[in-house]
């Protein structure tokens, strides 16, 4: 069984999982503050600034030959959301020397260039460089406006947006376009400042590493502030809705995308959290689910029709992509297959065939650097640790009876409707 290795240096916890199974190490460094309206567009603007250019490596150019020095290192940073925590992420991924000829220390160099960009990035003036700022809003426009442009996506992202309206889950971990150009350099020093001051830093190692030499590496490279505390872990939001909220939209779009917002108490942190994963996986999470059999197989009313069960914040969100014609007709069966789920209408062999697959997608998840950073910092912004083998073994241990107590959790709080323009 893999474990992590953990430990704090003053002001970074730092997580190292040992294991001989990667050819490769991986660094990651998690960044972790609230989800708030006023900083996410900053926090997201400075992770692409941070990118671009450090002090020893002042243009994008000089960072990717460094890294190509590296023996091909690939190193990116990319800006999340786990609940009510917004997230940047720091990633390195470098070849372990031991499979080289040539004996430089890749990791620790790697580690020495993840410093640069914490604590070195390129400054003018006391500042961040105004033309790194200006291509780097328009990068991040870019990526908000292709949001729009893929309305799949767009219809998930409004979904949550309408559903989580007066919550911090409702704001978009790129922030917002309107706010984009109302920053400027000094509002960014300030971010970057408050991140280096008050953010939760969590660092992870993957990878056969020589764990005294990785600590000292890491002890002389890395000095933050101490932290007065850290971020408390997410909790869902446990209110049933009062009503229904349906919200329409029109765009000039050939398939109608009609999604639809559950709100469920139990989180990753619960007991009964492996249930409600086999739950999600019977209703809409596979290909044999109740949502992909019934709505788009036997009635053929859907392009596509799945769910997706965000453990971080207790919603589940159907997403399904269907005619004006059927919005009706399609809209009732979906409520139906929920019914059905809280009946008790699915059968022991569904039950084993949806446990199956569930345990698979956790050991192919287990079997990549990053996802096992992944599954061990749920643990952390969630507040439980789940070691895989227990996981493993509680999903095997889920009952029908379970499942329907997770079912019957289940409020449905808002529905999306993305409509063509001919369509009325």
């Known amino acids: 069984m893999i474990q992590e290795e953990t430990y704090s240096v003053k002001g970074l916890h730092v997580h190292v999982v040992p294991t001989d199974k990667f050819k490769t190490n991986t660094v990651v ?24 250019a450090t002090k020893n490596h002042p243009t994008r150019k000089d960072i990717r030959l460094y890294l190509d020095e590296l023996y091909g ?49 390129f400054m ?5 460089s105004e033309s790194i700022i200006t291509e780097e809003k328009r990068t991040l426009k870019q990526r908000l406006e292709s949001i729009f442009d893929d309305k799949m996506r767009y219809a998930n ?12 889950y409702g704001i978009h971990p790129y922030g917002s376009e309107e706010e984009i150009e109302k920053i400027g350099k000094d509002d960014l020093k300030e971010t970057y400042d408050s991140m280096i001051n008050e953010d939760d830093f969590d660092l992870y190692v993957v990878g056969d590493v020589k764990e005294n030499e990785l600590k000292k590496d890491i002890q002389e490279l890395f000095r933050l502030p101490e932290r007065e505390g850290s971020l408390e872990a997410s909790s869902a939001s446990i209110t049933k809705p009062e009503e229904v909220r349906e919200v329409s939209e029109e765009q000039d779009v050939q398939q109608g995308k009609l999604n639809i917002g559950y709100r469920t108490s139990i989180i990753f942190k619960d007991e009964n959290y492996p249930a409600m994963q086999v739950m999600n996986g019977l209703f809409g999470g596979f290909p044999h689910s109740k949502l992909f059999i019934n709505v788009r197989e036997k009635e053929s009313l859907a392009y596509y029709a799945a769910s997706r069960y965000e453990s971080s914040k207790g919603l589940l969100l159907v997403m399904s992509g269907v ?11 979906i409520k139906e297959q929920m019914k059905a789920m809280k009946d008790g209408d699915f059968s022991d062999k569904e039950i084993e065939q949806t446990k199956q697959m569930l345990k698979n997608q956790l050991l192919e998840m287990a079997d990549v650097p990053r996802g096992l950073i992944e599954m061990f910092y749920q643990g952390v912004v969630s507040g439980k640790k789940r070691p895989l083998d227990d996981w493993l073994e509680a999903i095997d241990k889920v009952t029908k009876e379970d499942v329907i107590e997770c079912a019957k959790t289940v409020e449905m709080d808002t529905i999306y409707f993305l409509r063509g323009k001919e369509a009325k």
Do not use: W
Not at 29 to 52: D, W
């Open 124 to 128: 003018e003036n006391g500042g961040f």
């Open 29 to 52: 460094l998690q960044v972790k503050a609230p989800l708030k309206k006023e900083t996410v567009t900053q926090r997201s603007l400075l992770a692409n600034v941070l990118k671009s």
């Open 323 to 333: 005619d004006q014609k059927n919005y009706d007709k399609a809209l009732t069966i």
């Open 73 to 121: 290192a690939s190193f990116g940073i990319d800006v999340t959301k786990k609940g009510e925590a917004h997230l940047i992420s720091f990633r390195i991924e470098v070849a372990n020397e031991k499979y080289l000829q040539d004996p430089s220390p890749l990791l620790t160099k790697s580690l020495e260039f993840l410093r640069d960009v914490l604590f070195d990035p």
């Open 157 to 168: 992202v409004r979904l949550i947006e309408e559903m989580c309206k007066d919550e911090p």
